[in-house]
């Protein structure tokens, strides 16, 4: 269950117990140890990331990890558009 800080109470017990998380069949799992394996912490804890930062814990290039997000705004623009709303 999330609370006000937008972590799960797993995510806070791994911080706690300093315990990387082994749960890898979550969705928020990421196998960067830095953050408890944990995509959740790693935005609690770092804030806002550069495409540089997001490449390094995912293990995938800078450009790809661009092309990701390019593809992701031209989905939600296109869907903006199609709905009259002004992206």
């Avoid at 017990?13 to 953050?35: F, V």
């Avoid at 790809?64 to 705004?73: C, F, H, M, T, Y």
């Amino acid at each position: 269950m999330k609370n006000h800080d937008g972590l799960w109470e797993c995510s806070r017990r791994c911080m706690q117990h300093k315990n990387a998380c082994s749960e890898n069949g979550c969705k928020y799992w990421i196998d960067y140890r830095d953050d408890y394996n944990c995509t959740l912490i790693a935005i609690y804890e770092h804030g806002r990331m550069t495409l540089r930062e997001v490449a390094d814990r995912l293990g995938i290039s800078f450009a790809r990890v661009k092309q990701i997000e390019s593809a992701a705004l031209l989905k939600i623009k296109k869907r903006c558009d199609k709905n009259d709303v002004i992206f």
